[in-house]
Every structure is written in C-alpha cells, then in structure tokens.
C-alpha cells in the first residue's frame, strides 16, 4: 500500500515549457487535490476534483490544467511554464465521508 | 474572512517534556472541521488529528491531543514525551462544511525542535 505517490520529485523548466505532473493514489479515495507551497504563504488548493472524470477550480487554478481519467490519477498541466510557478506541489486524497487528507511526497518545480 | 492564525514561528521543546501549539481560527460557520499535519524535513505532509466542531470530546490519537475550546476558537496541539523525531513543521487547518468549493485553509505553520 503506497498511499499517494507523486512523479517527478524535482523538475526543472525553462519559461514557457509545458509539463505534467502525475499523482497516484491506491486507496479508492474519491476526493483528490493539488496544492502548491510557497514560503510564508501556507498551502493553496490549485485544482480538485470528487470522482473520476471530474475537475474543479480551487483557490489559484490560472495557468494550471487537470485531468481524472482514472479514479486512482489525478495529472496537473502547465501548459505554459512562468518563474511565479516554481513551487513545491503536493497532491492530497481523501476518503468519501472523511475529511482528512493524505498527502503526496511533493514536487518541487523550478520554472528559470 | 476565514483564517488560520499560529502565533509561534519557532518552538524549542526538551525531549520527553511536553508542548503545546497554538492555533486560533476565524469563521463565521457553525459547522466545520479542524485539522493538524506534521511535515518533517523531508517535506510529506503527515495527517495526525482531526476535531469536528460538534464533537464534544477533544480528539486524542496517541501522544496527540487537540484541545479544542470553541467559545475561544482555539485549537491546540499538545504532544506529549516528545521525541527527536518530532521535530517538523506543524500546520493547523481548517475545513468549512459548507463551502463554493471543497475548501482547507491552512495556517503559516509552527517549526518545532525537540532537544535532547
């Protein structure tokens, strides 16, 4: 059981370079999440989404894109990379009729 | 406006003792959740506790225990006999139950060394 894994752990882009970043969970969990942490400003929901082949904004979704194809995936778009992006991204899961959440090891982006 | 608000930058606790973190939250709901994550230098955040705004018990789980008083939307972190290993960052969050969106705001964190 590996919980929530995330892939890559360290990335780094030129500006305007596109990635995605895949996160996998082997819970079953219905609720899945990407936030980014920058210094001094805690964690921010990017993206969310409550089940496969859904996706929803959260509190800083602009320049971010997400998919759920599958319900164990939940993959995070930059389609067109800016330095305000360098970040640590962390995905989360959560179980439906839970609240807390598990979290991904993290990613940490450098867009130079 | 919904906030999370830790006071302690820094904390230095002797191993074994104890030690509390402090977490004030601002809301306006009846209905919400709160939450403690620890996250150790190798950056996973690491769920630890969890307290419903209607639970009438403060939430334990093992050396963990939220000290919840409501009336001062306080939400405390104790950890008791504390251990090397608990030197991280602790974050206290908070969900609104009834939200736009499926919404945790989470505080700028408390980094905790535990000396031996």
């Known amino acids: 059981n590996a919980g929530v894994t995330q892939t890559p752990k360290f990335r780094v882009l030129k500006t305007g370079q596109s990635m995605t970043l895949l996160c996998a969970q082997d819970?079953?969990?219905?609720?899945m999440y990407w936030y980014r942490q920058d210094p001094g400003m805690g964690l921010r929901l990017i993206h969310y989404?409550?089940?496969?082949?859904?996706?929803a904004k959260g509190e800083v979704p602009d320049g971010y894109n997400v998919s759920r194809l599958k319900k164990q995936n939940f993959l995070l778009g930059l389609e067109s990379a800016a330095p305000s992006q360098t970040s640590v991204y962390f995905c989360a899961s959560r179980a439906s009729g839970r609240y807390e959440q598990y979290f991904g090891p993290g990613t940490r982006l450098t867009v130079t | 406006a919904q906030k999370i608000t830790q006071t302690q930058p820094g904390m230095f606790v002797q191993e074994k003792e104890a030690v509390t973190l402090d977490c004030t939250y601002d809301?306006?709901?009846?209905?919400?959740?709160l939450f403690w994550y620890k996250q150790p230098s190798s950056g996973e955040m690491i769920f630890l506790i969890y307290q419903g705004s209607y639970d009438e018990q403060n939430a334990t789980e093992g050396r963990y225990s939220l000290n919840f008083q409501k009336a001062r939307k306080s939400a405390n972190l104790v950890i008791s006999a504390s251990q090397l290993g608990d030197s991280a960052m602790y974050f206290c969050?908070?969900?609104?139950?009834?939200?736009?969106?499926?919404?945790?705001?989470f505080g700028p964190g408390t980094s905790l060394s535990v000396i031996p």
């Open positions: 819970m079953n969990h219905e609720y």
């Open positions: 969050a908070m969900r609104p139950m009834k939200t736009s969106y499926d919404k945790v705001i």
């Open positions: 989404s409550v089940g496969e082949g859904t996706t």
């Open positions: 809301t306006s709901d009846q209905s919400y959740g």
